[in-house]
């Protein structure tokens, strides 16, 4: 019985180790009791779904401080992986250290460079720390209890913290307490119909979408008066280089509304009149 009820839980891949943000991100979208599949790198998230070696993926796409996992939105177009899903968690770093490591022991700190630099007021204060980037702020947790290290930290979440019994030397030590970063959810082609049907009544929505327009005066702003001209409001916009054309540009677009509402499929069929290319990535119940 236990052995079929493990095979029942859905298997969700992520990037980072065990204890990482976006395996909170994760339990947050589908519930403590998912099994994870930790990847070393984000192709390797989009592999693992592509390959039907999980039922599930979660993927950062941005941060308030940071801005955009660049990353992750070519994936998203080389992939055929929709979107589904969306949610936000707030980044709390700690400073972590072995048991019995104590502060003034400590000379270097590992964590991912993003974290080190989201903390730049804390080292301000403690200059006698040495900043060491490591691959993943989950795995420098890892790498210092693994090594037994005495005389480093890590920078982490709590949630690491607990995965590697590690202490807590400092809590909440990020410059900026409006530390957000947002996560998809991302599942095969054929799962979308069956999670649309799970979803509930009443909930707003959101559709993610990436398109080309000619290189010409104005291509831009006519392709957005799509939206204008029906009243959907667009949530965000950037633009990212589309190689093999130096100068030339994609452009990632979010709205609120649902594709297969009515003023939404007018302004995707407008839009498709007007565009080069356009792909819509995904309509998902808005986050938090």
Known sequence: MNAKRRRSRQLVAFQGELGAFSEEAARKLLGKSIEVLPCQRFEDVFRALAQN?????????????????????????HFDLPIVAETSVRIVHNLIAPPGVTFRKIQRVFSHPVALNQ?????ARNPQFEKVPFYDTAGSVKMV??????????IASSVAAGTYGATILRRSI?????????????RRPQDVRRNLKRTRKGVPWKTSLVFST??????LFRSLSAFTLRDLNLAKIESRPLRGKPWEYLFYLDFFGREDEPACRNALGHLRELADTLRVLGSYPRGD
Do not use: W
Not at 119 to 123: G, M
Not at 214 to 219: E, R, Y
């Open 214 to 219: 000619k290189n010409v005066p104005g291509a």
């Open 119 to 123: 903390c730049l007021d804390f080292f």
């Open 53 to 77: 070696k999980v039922q599930a993926a979660v993927i950062p796409i941005e941060n308030t401080l940071h801005g955009s996992v660049h990353e992750n939105y070519d994936h998203l177009l």
């Open 145 to 154: 209890m693994s090594e037994g290290l005495q005389d480093a930290g890590a």
């Open 174 to 186: 990020e410059d900026d307490r409006q530390n957000f970063t947002r996560f998809f959810l991302l």
